[in-house]
């Protein structure tokens, strides 16, 4: 029997495995963990076998040990999980905020498509919110600096900001690990969005001054 490097896929943690086993405890974190598993991350091959030994030895010497860089390069993936309770939040939040923007109701109980001058600026700010997390908070999340690390406020924001469709691609692709360009295509819809709104006032006003 020979002993292979491994490397914790809970706390990173680089021990020695035996070569045979299937699982193995972490010293560390004391979680049990799959040995190819912990292999992989470590890049060690099953067929490699280093100098047997205390099966631990290895670890305490090997402190210029650099973390996969899966993990090193965007940390909040090695963690990431969406959080159901909080998707569902974001996308109630989302629904709330852009049906009171969208509309207003009088005194008498009826719907109106003119809303107050404070309605307009929250919607305005909404805007300026939706494009900014998508142009740059988002982004952040698979670098080595994510803006936001608590998958709670990153479920909740991404179905906030991207409702029911973009918001689950968004939490879809944390789990996959790969940005995409749903992002991209989000901030052209809105910008496009926003412009055929200004355009359509524009248009129902110089119709009513006519």
Known sequence: ????????????????????????????????IF?????????????????????????????SYTPPMFNAAAPLLGTWKT?????????LAAAA???FTGASVDANGNVVSNPSPMVGFLALAYIVFCIVYAAKIYPSYFTDKPMLDSSEAISFLNCF??????????????????????????????????????????????????
């Open 83 to 91: 959080n159901v309770l909080f998707t569902i939040l974001g996308i």
């Open 97 to 99: 905020i852009n049906g």
């Open 35 to 63: 040995a190819a598993e912990a292999a992989a991350i470590a890049g060690e091959s099953k067929t490699q076998q280093p100098n047997p030994g205390n099966p631990y030895s290895n670890a305490a010497n090997m402190t």
């Open 161 to 210: 900001v991207g409702g029911l469709i973009f918001g689950l691609i968004w939490n879809h692709n944390l789990t996959r690990g790969e940005k995409g360009i749903a992002n991209i295509v989000f901030i052209v819809l809105i910008a496009a969005s926003f412009v055929l709104a200004f355009l359509l006032a524009f248009l129902i006003v110089m119709g009513a001054a006519a």
């Open 1 to 32: 029997m020979g002993y292979i490097l491994g490397v914790c896929p809970q706390c990173n943690n680089v021990m020695s495995m035996p070569d045979d086993s299937e699982k193995v405890r972490c010293p560390t974190c004391q979680a049990e």
